[in-house]
């Protein structure tokens, strides 16, 4: 007949071992990284809605760095001021103009001090989807320093945001 003593080491032992097996917790700048990447794709899940809308220079400046978010600005009002579309005909964090799915998965990678790399998966319209985002820490924010996608369809465009405004730091 087991003792209190051997029940109480048994569950201790079990919670020893559960939490050596335990994923490792986050840091304070992952922790911040995840919560900046699930507020950008958590729109897309909900029916109705416009995902992350980028459509303003305020907008742009609250995802991009100050780079890329002049950049993308320009191309914008360029393209209202000659009634064209711009360089950016699809909405970059999904690499798409069209969206369905309910669920993402995000990895962090931790690649130098201030900077980030989220790789984002989810499947869209029954389409596996990966998205890379390069963040880098400015002040205490996070911010996206480029976009990578999947273009194995389409082999000659651009495979980066950076890339498809011409800014040097594209991979």
Do not use: C
């Not at 760095?65 to 320009?74: G, I, S």
């Not at 194995?152 to 498809?164: G, I, V």
Request: aromatic share 10%; charged share 30%.
């Amino acid at each position: 007949m087991p003792t209190r003593r051997k029940i109480l080491f048994a569950i201790a032992g079990a919670a020893f071992a559960s939490a050596a097996h335990a994923e490792p917790a986050l840091t304070a700048d992952d922790a911040a990284a995840l919560a900046f990447v699930k507020a950008i794709y958590e729109p897309y899940t909900k029916p109705g809605t416009d995902g992350s809308l980028i459509d303003s220079h305020k907008k742009l400046r609250r995802y991009f760095e100050p780079t890329l978010a002049e950049a993308m600005n320009k191309d914008q009002e360029y393209a209202a001021k000659h009634h064209e579309v711009g360089d950016l005909d699809f909405d970059p964090f999904i690499d798409a103009q069209d969206w369905e799915f309910k669920k993402f998965d995000v990895a962090l990678k931790d690649t130098a001090p201030g900077k980030i790399t989220a790789t984002v998966t989810f499947t869209n319209l029954k389409e596996p989807t990966t998205i890379v985002l390069d963040l880098v820490k400015i002040k205490n924010d996070w911010r996206i320093y480029d976009i990578t996608w999947q273009r194995d369809k389409n082999p000659d465009s651009p495979k980066t945001l950076r890339e498809l405004f011409k800014l040097k730091g594209s991979k």
